[in-house]
């Protein structure tokens, strides 16, 4: 097949061609072909190829987008940092200035401790960052064996190699090992699930000896580092019981093992705090982050760690890593200036409002047959669907796709599928209407799903 060249005037259609003849495209099966191409965004409204008007209810798609769309004076920064310097290396002695003041600010913003900032272009080369530095960080302490990452089932954190095999979701996996050796994978917190998966035990009285029964089995001087997410957002909202991160950090410690929290998602506000690991109690050694640090606007993301951490690797030998984008001085003028706005704007505590709005609306959900759990964080919301109410067993991946589907096709709603979870994660500029419209959209389309998948 041999479609032309496509330009400024392309049709909707010819687009949506040389999307299905030429995209290599992430997470869709071959034989799904429905395309939805945007062009176009403004605050939490885009616009598609076809001309339809669409409520981004989900954050770009992707727990992304915290400014929302289409921000001129984000525009104007980039231009006025092209114009100035669009690129210089950051290896080796060099860096820019705006690389520099970004690091100072978010070091600033960090929990108590954490003052060093590599910067990377995204979430999975931030966690490839934690997983390597953590190992090199023993290593260069005398300690060569500890080698080991502990991280968590129906976490996500990335898709390259090493930070895919962290990740605990199975299609991750599938037909492309084998993976980064000695990574080991714990339950997660997952209270809606505690008699199937901890014999109705208490979820962190569980969890902590499962930890203390795996680090005996592998021995605490193999393990380098646990990675987690103060909330996780790829388990589904998965919010951890208030003791749970308080005890790991005490084990953790205790053996001399690092803890890394993967807060890609969670930073900048999305639950509230410009940091969720504080909060939570997890005491960080080291913080990976990305998405919303450039608003979502340019590719940026950053390994954070603490003073005893960068200074043991420069000082004996050095980091031998390194990104060809890292530390952009354009996607970090983004950084400075998405700061500037977030604080500007007071968007921090409008991730509150936000969680009122959703977990008020989202409730009467909850009297569904369909609906098991809804789980609320910050402006993260995610509603678990059944397949099977009385077994609890969870919806297929497929008929909650064309739940949200439907959500788009009848409302102009963009929800997000994500295994037998219907998630939102609205920009935090979103106001009531915007959100009330998202909540009555997904009541609807919700409201007519059987537990056989299909829809009324």
Same mark, same amino acid.
């Given at each position: 097949?041999?479609?032309?060249?496509?330009?400024?005037?392309?049709?909707?259609?010819?687009? /949506?061609?040389?999307?299905?003849?030429?995209?290599?495209?992430?997470?869709? &099966?071959?034989?799904?072909? %429905?395309?939805?191409?945007?062009?176009?965004?403004?605050?939490?409204?885009?616009?598609?190829?076809? $001309?339809?008007?669409?409520?981004?209810?989900?954050? $770009?798609?992707?727990?992304?987008?915290?400014?929302?769309?289409? +921000?001129?004076?984000?525009? /104007?920064?980039?231009?006025?940092?092209?114009?100035?310097?669009?690129?210089?290396?950051?290896?080796?002695?060099?860096?820019?200035?705006?690389?520099?003041?970004?690091?100072?600010?978010?070091?600033?913003?960090?929990?108590?401790?954490?003052?060093?900032?590599?910067?990377?272009?995204?979430?999975?080369?931030?966690?490839?960052?934690?997983?390597?530095?953590?190992?090199?960080?023993?290593?260069?302490?005398?300690?060569?064996?500890?080698?080991?990452?502990?991280?968590?089932?129906?976490?996500?954190?990335?898709?390259?190699?090493?930070?895919?095999?962290?990740?605990?979701?199975? !299609?991750?996996?599938?037909?492309?090992?084998?993976?980064?050796?000695?990574?080991?994978?714990?339950?997660?917190?997952?209270?809606?699930?505690?008699?199937?998966?901890?014999?109705?035990?208490?979820?962190? %009285?569980?969890?902590?000896?499962?930890?203390?029964?795996?680090?005996?089995?592998?021995?605490?001087?193999?393990?380098?580092?646990?990675?987690?997410?103060?909330?996780?957002?790829?388990?589904?909202?998965?919010?951890?019981?208030?003791?749970?991160? !308080? +005890?790991?950090?005490?084990?953790?410690?205790?053996?001399?093992?690092?803890?890394?929290?993967?807060?890609?998602?969670?930073?900048?506000? +999305?639950?509230?705090?410009?940091?969720?690991?504080?909060?939570?109690?997890?005491?960080?050694?080291?913080?990976?982050?990305?998405?919303?640090?450039?608003?979502?606007?340019?590719?940026?993301?950053?390994?954070?760690?603490?003073?005893?951490?960068?200074?043991?690797?420069?000082?004996?030998?050095?980091?031998?890593?390194?990104?060809?984008?890292?530390?952009? !001085?354009?996607?970090?003028?983004?950084?400075?200036?998405?700061? %500037?706005?977030?604080?500007?704007?007071?968007?921090?505590?409008?991730?509150?409002?936000?969680?009122?709005?959703? $977990?008020?609306?989202?409730?009467?959900?909850?009297?569904?047959?369909?609906?098991? %759990?809804?789980?609320?964080?910050?402006?993260?919301?995610?509603?678990?669907?059944?397949?099977?109410?009385?077994?609890?067993?969870?919806?297929?991946?497929? !008929?909650?796709?064309?739940?949200?589907? /439907?959500? &788009?096709?009848?409302?102009?709603?963009?929800?997000?599928?994500?295994?037998?979870?219907?998630?939102?994660?609205?920009?935090?500029?979103?106001?009531?209407?915007?959100?009330?419209?998202?909540?009555?959209?997904?009541?609807?389309?919700?409201?007519?799903?059987?537990?056989?998948?299909?829809?009324?």
């Amino acid at each position: 097949m041999t479609i032309t060249s496509p330009d400024q005037t392309a049709t909707a259609q010819e687009l /949506e061609d040389l999307d299905r003849r030429h995209l290599f495209r992430s997470m869709q &099966r071959g034989d799904i072909h %429905d395309r939805t191409v945007i062009v176009r965004g403004e605050g939490c409204t885009v616009w598609d190829a076809r $001309g339809n008007e669409l409520l981004d209810a989900a954050g $770009g798609g992707v727990w992304h987008s915290p400014l929302g769309h289409g +921000r001129k004076e984000l525009a /104007e920064v980039a231009a006025r940092q092209i114009g100035t310097l669009e690129y210089f290396t950051s290896l080796l002695e060099f860096s820019n200035d705006q690389a520099i003041r970004l690091a100072a600010r978010i070091a600033r913003l960090a929990p108590e401790g954490i003052e060093r900032v590599f910067f990377t272009s995204g979430g999975s080369e931030s966690v490839e960052t934690a997983m390597r530095a953590a190992r090199l960080y023993h290593h260069r302490r005398g300690e060569p064996d500890r080698t080991w990452i502990l991280a968590r089932h129906y976490s996500f954190h990335g898709a390259t190699y090493g930070s895919g095999t962290a990740t605990g979701l199975p !299609p991750m996996h599938e037909g492309v090992g084998p993976n980064l050796p000695h990574v080991e994978k714990l339950s997660p917190p997952y209270p809606y699930r505690a008699a199937e998966l901890y014999g109705g035990r208490d979820t962190t %009285d569980f969890l902590i000896e499962e930890l203390e029964a795996t680090i005996a089995r592998i021995g605490a001087g193999n393990i380098a580092a646990m990675i987690g997410e103060p909330v996780m957002a790829g388990g589904g909202v998965l919010v951890p019981p208030q003791d749970y991160w !308080p +005890r790991v950090r005490e084990v953790l410690r205790r053996n001399g093992i690092l803890l890394i929290a993967d807060e890609v998602v969670t930073a900048y506000g +999305r639950t509230g705090h410009w940091f969720d690991s504080g909060p939570r109690g997890m005491e960080p050694d080291m913080i990976t982050m990305a998405k919303g640090i450039a608003g979502g606007y340019v590719p940026l993301g950053a390994t954070l760690m603490t003073d005893e951490i960068a200074d043991t690797i420069l000082t004996t030998g050095g980091f031998f890593h390194g990104y060809t984008f890292q530390g952009h !001085p354009v996607s970090c003028a983004l950084g400075l200036a998405t700061v %500037d706005i977030i604080e500007r704007e007071g968007l921090i505590a409008k991730a509150g409002v936000i969680a009122d709005w959703l $977990g008020a609306g989202l409730a009467p959900a909850t009297e569904l047959p369909v609906v098991g %759990d809804l789980r609320v964080a910050g402006s993260l919301a995610a509603l678990e669907l059944l397949a099977d109410p009385a077994t609890r067993a969870p919806m297929a991946w497929g !008929p909650v796709e064309q739940v949200a589907f /439907e959500i &788009r096709r009848r409302h102009g709603v963009i929800a997000r599928p994500y295994g037998s979870m219907l998630v939102l994660a609205p920009p935090l500029v979103i106001d009531e209407k915007q959100a009330a419209r998202a909540v009555d959209a997904v009541l609807e389309v919700v409201g007519r799903l059987r537990p056989d998948g299909t829809l009324a």
